[in-house]
Structures are given as C-alpha cells and as structure tokens.
C-alpha cells in the first residue's frame, strides 16, 4: 500500500501524498522547464542552489519504531522545512529526500537532530558556479539521479556544481 502510494505521488500529482510537498514529478517538470528558460536565454539559471535534505537515521526510525512511525518523521522533516523555507520550492524527490530551491538562508547547519530522533543531512548544490569541477546534466532525470546518489557528510557541509551538457 504505501508503495502504491509513493508511485502515485510521484509520478501523477503535483503534490506528494504522504508530505504534501512538491512532488518528484513536479520536480523534474520545474527543472526542464528551468533548463529550457536558461538554454533560450543568456544560459543563466533561476535556480543558483538546491539545498538537499536527507534523514540519514529514517531505515533505523522505521526498523525501531516502524513504519507509521517512520512516515510520521518524514512527515515532520517536511512541515519544518515548509515552516524554514516559506518562499522557496520543496520537493520530496526520494522516500527521505528533499530539495529545497533557492533557499534564502543557505547557512543551514549541516546536521541537526529533530527531538533525538531523527537526524538530518544537509548540502549544497550551487548550479553553474564556477569555483568547482562540474558535474553535468543533460535533463531532469539525470539530475535528480545526482541528487539521489549525493553522498551527504553528515559532519559538514557538502557542496557540488551542477553544470547542463548538451
């Protein structure tokens, strides 16, 4: 059941079910839409950074407390970061994976812990900066298979450049 829900989430609502935050399909129609302002343009993107959200604890949540419980904390993770990042984009892109856009303060601690419980990775990915050896993309699937294979240190703060390809 929860599985069919995730599907559907993801692949046919703007909105993911479980969080109500934007879901992985309404993000990779965003960024090609973003791509295709930015590649008919100057080549400059709207999107200067996603900051990546992971509960790196959620398996040992689930396994402990189960699998209620361990929807209850994505939940959470998701109503703090609507309730931090107001007027930036959330999206839900893995089981307990979020991208936040553009977010206005981008000093977000790399790890904090919500109640003892859930314990969250922080990174950033800046998009076209040239301090960093960049990894290209050539769509929407491409980068959200970056985000999902982004290692977070759960110690510091991780940064990435995203550049597209043709």
Avoid: C
């Amino acid at each position: 059941m929860k599985k069919e829900l995730w599907s559907k989430g993801s692949e046919g609502h703007e909105r993911d079910i479980l969080t109500n935050v934007l879901s992985l399909q309404k993000f990779k129609n965003d960024f090609n839409i973003e791509l295709g302002n930015a590649i008919g343009s100057n080549g400059e993107f709207n999107w200067k950074v996603l900051m990546v959200v992971s509960i790196v604890n959620i398996r040992e949540i689930m396994d402990y407390y189960g699998l209620i419980e361990g929807d209850k904390s994505i939940q959470k993770i998701a109503r703090q970061l609507q309730s931090a990042f107001k007027d930036s984009s959330i999206y839900r892109i893995s089981h307990p994976r979020f991208v936040v856009v553009n977010p206005k303060e981008v000093s977000f601690a790399a790890t904090y812990s919500f109640n003892e419980r859930e314990t969250v990775a922080i990174g950033h990915i800046r998009i076209n900066d040239s301090n960093s050896e960049p990894i290209e993309v050539k769509d929407a699937q491409d980068l959200v298979e970056v985000l999902i294979r982004y290692r977070l240190d759960d110690r510091r703060d991780s940064n990435i450049n995203i550049r597209h390809s043709t």
